[in-house]
Protein backbone atom coordinates (compact mmCIF):
# COMPACT_ATOMS: atom_id res chain seq x y z
CA UNK A 1 0.00 0.00 0.00
CA UNK A 2 1.33 3.65 -0.96
CA UNK A 3 1.90 6.30 1.24
CA UNK A 4 -0.83 8.24 -1.17
CA UNK A 5 -3.05 5.49 -0.28
CA UNK A 6 -2.87 5.26 3.62
CA UNK A 7 -3.38 9.30 3.47
CA UNK A 8 -6.38 8.70 1.26
CA UNK A 9 -7.81 6.07 3.93
CA UNK A 10 -7.14 7.91 6.61
CA UNK A 11 -8.60 11.14 5.44
CA UNK A 12 -11.57 9.34 4.62
CA UNK A 13 -12.39 7.63 7.77
CA UNK A 14 -11.92 11.17 9.01
CA UNK A 15 -15.03 12.16 6.94
CA UNK A 16 -16.80 8.94 7.92
CA UNK A 17 -16.12 10.41 11.70
CA UNK A 18 -17.09 13.84 10.49
CA UNK A 19 -20.45 12.80 9.15
CA UNK A 20 -21.64 11.29 12.62
CA UNK A 21 -21.79 14.81 14.08
CA UNK A 22 -25.35 16.31 15.13
CA UNK A 23 -26.67 18.82 13.01
CA UNK A 24 -30.60 20.48 13.18
CA UNK A 25 -33.22 18.24 12.31
CA UNK A 26 -30.45 15.77 11.22
CA UNK A 27 -30.30 17.74 7.88
CA UNK A 28 -26.31 17.18 7.56
CA UNK A 29 -25.38 20.71 6.13
CA UNK A 30 -21.69 19.72 5.62
CA UNK A 31 -18.85 19.40 2.75
CA UNK A 32 -14.95 17.97 2.42
CA UNK A 33 -12.57 18.74 0.06
CA UNK A 34 -9.53 16.71 0.94
CA UNK A 35 -6.04 17.69 -0.71
CA UNK A 36 -2.72 17.45 1.03
CA UNK A 37 -2.94 15.68 3.74
CA UNK A 38 -5.73 18.82 4.24
CA UNK A 39 -9.37 18.46 5.40
CA UNK A 40 -11.59 21.51 4.18
CA UNK A 41 -15.06 21.49 6.11
CA UNK A 42 -17.78 23.50 3.92
CA UNK A 43 -21.15 24.11 4.37
CA UNK A 44 -23.76 22.95 2.27
CA UNK A 45 -25.86 25.84 2.03
CA UNK A 46 -28.71 24.11 0.11
CA UNK A 47 -28.86 21.71 3.79
CA UNK A 48 -29.84 24.90 5.70
CA UNK A 49 -32.80 25.14 7.45
CA UNK A 50 -34.74 28.32 6.12
CA UNK A 51 -36.82 28.82 8.42
CA UNK A 52 -35.37 27.34 11.41
CA UNK A 53 -31.88 28.43 10.69
CA UNK A 54 -32.47 31.91 8.44
CA UNK A 55 -28.76 33.08 9.44
CA UNK A 56 -26.95 30.10 9.69
CA UNK A 57 -26.12 29.65 13.35
CA UNK A 58 -27.24 26.17 13.35
CA UNK A 59 -25.52 25.31 10.24
CA UNK A 60 -21.81 26.52 11.95
CA UNK A 61 -22.35 24.66 15.05
CA UNK A 62 -23.02 21.11 12.88
CA UNK A 63 -19.95 22.26 10.90
CA UNK A 64 -18.23 22.57 14.04
CA UNK A 65 -18.70 19.40 15.52
CA UNK A 66 -18.00 17.60 12.11
CA UNK A 67 -14.74 19.30 11.73
CA UNK A 68 -14.00 18.07 15.88
CA UNK A 69 -14.91 14.44 15.13
CA UNK A 70 -12.36 14.52 11.81
CA UNK A 71 -10.12 15.64 14.10
CA UNK A 72 -10.14 13.06 16.55
CA UNK A 73 -10.29 10.37 13.69
CA UNK A 74 -7.02 12.08 12.69
CA UNK A 75 -5.47 11.89 16.05
CA UNK A 76 -6.32 8.53 16.43
CA UNK A 77 -4.29 7.63 12.95
CA UNK A 78 -1.09 9.43 14.88
CA UNK A 79 -1.60 12.35 12.57
CA UNK A 80 -3.63 15.43 14.58
CA UNK A 81 -4.50 18.60 12.91
CA UNK A 82 -5.50 22.10 14.11
CA UNK A 83 -8.11 23.61 12.96
CA UNK A 84 -8.14 26.78 11.17
CA UNK A 85 -11.57 28.68 11.82
CA UNK A 86 -12.15 30.92 8.41
CA UNK A 87 -9.06 30.21 6.55
CA UNK A 88 -9.83 32.26 3.26
CA UNK A 89 -12.33 35.19 4.02
CA UNK A 90 -13.49 35.37 -0.12
CA UNK A 91 -14.63 31.70 0.22
CA UNK A 92 -18.27 31.76 2.66
CA UNK A 93 -18.67 28.36 2.02
CA UNK A 94 -15.13 26.99 3.65
CA UNK A 95 -15.93 27.22 7.62
CA UNK A 96 -12.62 25.13 9.14
CA UNK A 97 -9.44 23.65 7.36
CA UNK A 98 -7.77 21.09 9.18
CA UNK A 99 -4.34 21.34 8.62
CA UNK A 100 -1.44 18.31 9.45
CA UNK A 101 0.15 18.87 12.80
CA UNK A 102 3.17 17.65 14.09
CA UNK A 103 2.75 13.35 14.57
CA UNK A 104 2.09 12.52 17.59
CA UNK A 105 0.53 9.86 19.56
CA UNK A 106 -3.34 10.03 20.43
CA UNK A 107 -3.79 10.88 24.25
CA UNK A 108 -6.17 8.68 26.18
CA UNK A 109 -8.95 11.41 26.04
CA UNK A 110 -8.30 11.09 22.28
CA UNK A 111 -8.86 7.61 21.94
CA UNK A 112 -11.88 7.42 24.45
CA UNK A 113 -14.11 10.91 22.49
CA UNK A 114 -13.38 9.11 19.26
CA UNK A 115 -14.53 5.37 20.43
CA UNK A 116 -17.45 7.63 21.48
CA UNK A 117 -18.24 8.90 17.83
CA UNK A 118 -20.88 6.06 16.48
CA UNK A 119 -22.40 5.53 19.63
CA UNK A 120 -23.53 9.16 20.42
CA UNK A 121 -27.12 10.69 19.36
CA UNK A 122 -29.86 12.44 21.10
CA UNK A 123 -32.08 10.87 23.41
CA UNK A 124 -35.39 12.99 23.14
CA UNK A 125 -37.11 10.09 25.82
CA UNK A 126 -37.26 11.01 29.56
CA UNK A 127 -34.28 10.30 31.55
CA UNK A 128 -34.12 8.02 34.94
CA UNK A 129 -34.12 9.97 38.15
CA UNK A 130 -30.46 9.13 39.10
CA UNK A 131 -28.43 12.22 39.69
CA UNK A 132 -25.27 12.97 37.68
CA UNK A 133 -21.76 12.67 39.66
CA UNK A 134 -19.77 15.34 40.62
CA UNK A 135 -16.73 14.12 38.68
CA UNK A 136 -18.80 13.96 35.47
CA UNK A 137 -20.49 17.88 35.89
CA UNK A 138 -16.67 18.75 35.94
CA UNK A 139 -15.42 16.72 33.23
CA UNK A 140 -18.24 18.60 31.14
CA UNK A 141 -17.44 21.54 32.53
CA UNK A 142 -13.72 21.03 31.24
CA UNK A 143 -14.56 19.99 27.92
CA UNK A 144 -16.16 22.89 26.84
CA UNK A 145 -13.48 25.33 28.49
CA UNK A 146 -10.74 23.16 26.13
CA UNK A 147 -12.14 24.26 22.77
CA UNK A 148 -12.61 27.63 24.37
CA UNK A 149 -16.15 27.87 24.94
CA UNK A 150 -18.37 27.86 28.45
CA UNK A 151 -20.49 25.57 30.31
CA UNK A 152 -23.37 26.73 33.04
CA UNK A 153 -24.76 23.75 34.71
CA UNK A 154 -28.17 24.84 36.79
CA UNK A 155 -28.21 24.87 40.05
CA UNK A 156 -31.14 24.59 42.32
CA UNK A 157 -35.26 24.66 41.11
CA UNK A 158 -35.18 28.52 40.73
CA UNK A 159 -32.76 28.59 37.88
CA UNK A 160 -34.35 25.21 36.23
CA UNK A 161 -37.65 26.68 36.31
CA UNK A 162 -36.73 30.12 34.93
CA UNK A 163 -34.71 28.91 32.48
CA UNK A 164 -37.36 26.12 31.30
CA UNK A 165 -40.31 28.93 31.20
CA UNK A 166 -37.52 31.02 28.52
CA UNK A 167 -37.84 27.83 26.89
CA UNK A 168 -41.52 26.89 26.50
CA UNK A 169 -42.36 30.53 25.57
CA UNK A 170 -39.19 30.27 22.72
CA UNK A 171 -41.36 27.13 21.48
CA UNK A 172 -44.58 28.59 21.72
CA UNK A 173 -43.65 31.51 19.68
CA UNK A 174 -41.43 29.31 17.07
CA UNK A 175 -44.68 26.94 16.95
CA UNK A 176 -47.23 29.75 16.40
CA UNK A 177 -45.26 30.34 12.68
CA UNK A 178 -47.01 28.28 10.16
CA UNK A 179 -44.05 27.52 7.59
CA UNK A 180 -41.57 26.65 10.73
CA UNK A 181 -44.35 23.67 11.66
CA UNK A 182 -44.39 22.91 7.63
CA UNK A 183 -40.05 22.78 7.89
CA UNK A 184 -40.46 20.70 10.99
CA UNK A 185 -42.80 18.18 9.18
CA UNK A 186 -40.56 17.95 6.29
CA UNK A 187 -37.41 16.71 7.95
CA UNK A 188 -40.03 14.22 10.13
CA UNK A 189 -39.36 10.42 9.09
CA UNK A 190 -42.72 8.12 9.30
CA UNK A 191 -39.54 4.99 9.45
CA UNK A 192 -36.35 4.37 10.17
CA UNK A 193 -35.39 3.69 6.26
CA UNK A 194 -34.38 6.73 5.42
CA UNK A 195 -30.63 8.36 5.41
CA UNK A 196 -31.51 12.10 7.00
CA UNK A 197 -34.34 14.01 8.89
CA UNK A 198 -35.40 12.42 12.15
CA UNK A 199 -37.23 8.99 12.10
CA UNK A 200 -40.03 8.38 14.63
CA UNK A 201 -38.34 6.55 16.79
CA UNK A 202 -36.14 9.34 17.52
CA UNK A 203 -39.07 11.89 17.98
CA UNK A 204 -39.31 11.16 21.88
CA UNK A 205 -43.24 10.99 23.44
CA UNK A 206 -45.54 13.06 22.72
CA UNK A 207 -45.13 16.75 25.08
CA UNK A 208 -47.43 17.41 27.49
CA UNK A 209 -48.32 20.76 29.65
CA UNK A 210 -46.57 19.52 32.76
CA UNK A 211 -43.11 19.24 31.05
CA UNK A 212 -40.26 21.34 32.17
CA UNK A 213 -38.85 21.48 28.61
CA UNK A 214 -40.36 21.63 25.38
CA UNK A 215 -40.21 19.24 22.76
CA UNK A 216 -39.98 19.53 19.09
CA UNK A 217 -43.08 18.35 17.31
CA UNK A 218 -41.48 15.72 15.29
CA UNK A 219 -43.53 12.28 14.91
CA UNK A 220 -44.08 11.40 18.95
CA UNK A 221 -44.73 8.19 19.68
CA UNK A 222 -47.84 7.77 22.65
CA UNK A 223 -47.07 8.49 26.15
CA UNK A 224 -46.59 5.50 28.14
CA UNK A 225 -48.36 5.74 31.86
CA UNK A 226 -44.93 5.60 33.69
CA UNK A 227 -42.98 8.32 30.70
CA UNK A 228 -43.19 11.54 32.47
CA UNK A 229 -40.53 13.65 32.00
CA UNK A 230 -37.80 14.07 34.91
CA UNK A 231 -39.38 16.51 37.21
CA UNK A 232 -35.44 17.98 38.08
CA UNK A 233 -33.34 17.36 35.25
CA UNK A 234 -29.61 18.45 34.97
CA UNK A 235 -29.76 21.48 32.63
CA UNK A 236 -26.86 23.36 31.18
CA UNK A 237 -26.37 25.75 29.03
CA UNK A 238 -22.87 26.14 26.16
CA UNK A 239 -21.81 29.44 25.28
CA UNK A 240 -19.03 31.38 23.47
CA UNK A 241 -17.63 34.82 24.70
CA UNK A 242 -19.47 36.14 21.86
CA UNK A 243 -21.22 35.66 19.02
CA UNK A 244 -19.43 36.19 15.57
CA UNK A 245 -19.52 33.66 12.99
CA UNK A 246 -15.78 32.39 14.15
CA UNK A 247 -17.29 31.83 17.70
CA UNK A 248 -20.30 29.92 16.42
CA UNK A 249 -17.46 27.50 14.61
CA UNK A 250 -16.10 27.28 18.01
CA UNK A 251 -19.66 26.41 19.84
CA UNK A 252 -19.76 23.74 17.46
CA UNK A 253 -16.29 22.18 17.96
CA UNK A 254 -16.72 22.84 21.74
CA UNK A 255 -20.74 21.43 21.61
CA UNK A 256 -19.18 18.13 20.04
CA UNK A 257 -16.53 17.23 22.41
CA UNK A 258 -18.85 17.95 25.71
CA UNK A 259 -21.58 15.34 23.66
CA UNK A 260 -18.91 12.77 23.48
CA UNK A 261 -17.15 13.44 26.96
CA UNK A 262 -21.00 13.27 28.28
CA UNK A 263 -21.23 9.61 26.11
CA UNK A 264 -17.90 8.30 27.65
CA UNK A 265 -19.39 8.91 30.84
CA UNK A 266 -22.74 6.96 30.31
CA UNK A 267 -24.86 9.82 29.65
CA UNK A 268 -27.66 10.71 27.51
CA UNK A 269 -28.16 14.30 25.99
CA UNK A 270 -30.63 15.75 24.18
CA UNK A 271 -30.11 19.65 22.84
CA UNK A 272 -32.91 22.08 23.24
CA UNK A 273 -31.83 25.52 20.52
CA UNK A 274 -35.40 27.02 20.86
CA UNK A 275 -34.00 29.33 23.57
CA UNK A 276 -31.53 30.24 21.00
CA UNK A 277 -33.43 30.83 17.84
CA UNK A 278 -36.01 33.19 19.60
CA UNK A 279 -33.85 36.30 20.30
CA UNK A 280 -35.58 37.51 22.88
CA UNK A 281 -35.36 34.54 24.40
CA UNK A 282 -31.29 33.89 24.13
CA UNK A 283 -31.31 37.54 25.45
CA UNK A 284 -33.21 36.27 28.53
CA UNK A 285 -31.21 33.02 28.92
CA UNK A 286 -28.05 35.38 28.72
CA UNK A 287 -29.34 38.13 31.36
CA UNK A 288 -30.60 35.53 33.95
CA UNK A 289 -27.07 33.23 33.83
CA UNK A 290 -25.44 36.86 34.16
CA UNK A 291 -22.98 36.40 31.62
CA UNK A 292 -21.60 38.63 29.28
CA UNK A 293 -21.03 35.99 26.80
CA UNK A 294 -23.68 34.10 23.81
CA UNK A 295 -25.65 31.28 25.05
CA UNK A 296 -25.04 28.64 22.15
CA UNK A 297 -27.22 26.14 23.41
CA UNK A 298 -29.14 24.18 26.32
CA UNK A 299 -28.51 20.26 26.89
CA UNK A 300 -30.84 18.28 28.93
CA UNK A 301 -28.35 15.75 30.31
CA UNK A 302 -28.80 12.33 32.45
CA UNK A 303 -29.45 8.53 32.36
CA UNK A 304 -31.43 7.29 29.20
CA UNK A 305 -32.67 4.08 28.21
CA UNK A 306 -30.19 3.24 25.29
CA UNK A 307 -31.08 4.09 21.61
CA UNK A 308 -29.75 4.22 18.18
CA UNK A 309 -28.10 6.68 16.20
CA UNK A 310 -29.87 8.06 13.47
CA UNK A 311 -28.68 7.63 9.83
CA UNK A 312 -26.63 9.42 7.48
CA UNK A 313 -26.13 9.62 4.03
CA UNK A 314 -23.06 7.55 1.87
CA UNK A 315 -19.48 9.09 2.78
CA UNK A 316 -19.61 10.00 -0.98
CA UNK A 317 -22.21 12.60 -1.04
CA UNK A 318 -20.13 14.79 0.99
CA UNK A 319 -16.88 14.85 -0.49
CA UNK A 320 -16.31 17.84 -3.36
CA UNK A 321 -13.92 16.34 -5.64
CA UNK A 322 -11.71 18.50 -8.01
CA UNK A 323 -13.39 20.75 -10.43
CA UNK A 324 -16.55 20.24 -8.70
CA UNK A 325 -18.49 23.57 -6.51
CA UNK A 326 -18.40 23.68 -3.18
Not at 15 to 37: E, K
Not at 71 to 97: C, E, N, S, W
Not at 154 to 179: C, F, H, M, N, Y
Request: proline share 10%; aromatic share 6%; with cysteine.
Amino acid sequence: MTTDTMTDMTLRRAVQAAIRAPSMHNSQPWRFRLHDGVIDVYADPTRRLPVADAYGWGLRLACGAAAFNARLAMAVAGRPTDPVVRPDPADPHLMIRLVPADPRPATPTEHRLHEAITRRHSNRAPFHPDPVPASARTALVEAARAEKAWLDLLIGRGPLTAVGEIAQAASRVLDRDPEYRTEIAAWSRTDDSHVDGVPASAGGPSPEPRDLLPTRPFHHYARGIHEDFESDPLVAVLGTSGDTQHQQLVAGMALQRVLLTATTAGLAVSMLSQPIEVTAAREQLRLGLGRFGTPQMVLRIGYGVPGFPTPRRDIDDFIVHDGQSS
